[in-house]
């Protein structure tokens, strides 16, 4: 199975199937219910995550030139997705401090790459506000700046103006929406 050849690598077609069956699988499978099951979906996340830092792939036309995903991004994100669905069906889990301990570490758990997205949003909701200082640090991360903003949003978050300023450039008209939205709201007048 050593040294691989092109042959051996997932070509783009793999990649939207991989993609199409993730979609499939958070729609359409039952929502996780107790902390027992959310904790355990936390855990099969940081499972697929490398042990190393893997690098960007290379840009995809599918992606509009974004970086293509890793399978194990496409493996996370829809576990992530299902953690939000399960906070709004049972908002009791979004004072769980266990709950969203896990989540929140499963969403800055840099080697997940892309595949922490949904685990950032998951976290979008005024009782998971003590978890926006472990998340602004990954403002600077393309892999989640504009998740994580969103986020801070939603939490209603102050403190992070200075950081956000600096995603009114971003090349992502969405990221640069979300930071004007933020700095707006949040920037103190000189």
Known sequence: MGGGSVSDC???????????????????????????????????????????????????????????????EHAAWPIGENIRRAFVENPRLKKNDDVL???????????????????????????????????????SDPDVDGQVLDTLIKMKASGYARQAISLLHSDKVWIRSLAKKYVDRYSIPD
């Open 101 to 139: 301990a896990k989540v929140a570490e499963v969403a800055t758990y840099r080697n997940l790459r892309r595949g922490r997205q949904s685990f950032v949003m998951a976290l979008g909701f005024l009782a998971a506000r003590r978890y926006a200082d472990a998340l602004a640090p990954f403002l």
């Open 10 to 72: 997932p070509t783009n077609q793999d990649f939207a199937r991989i993609l199409s069956h993730a979609i499939f699988a958070a729609m359409s499978s039952p929502t996780l219910a107790s902390e027992e099951e959310i904790l355990a979906a936390c855990e099969e996340a940081i499972c697929l995550a490398p042990a190393e830092f893997p690098p960007t792939l290379p840009p995809s036309k599918e992606l509009s030139g974004a970086p293509e995903w890793y399978p194990f």
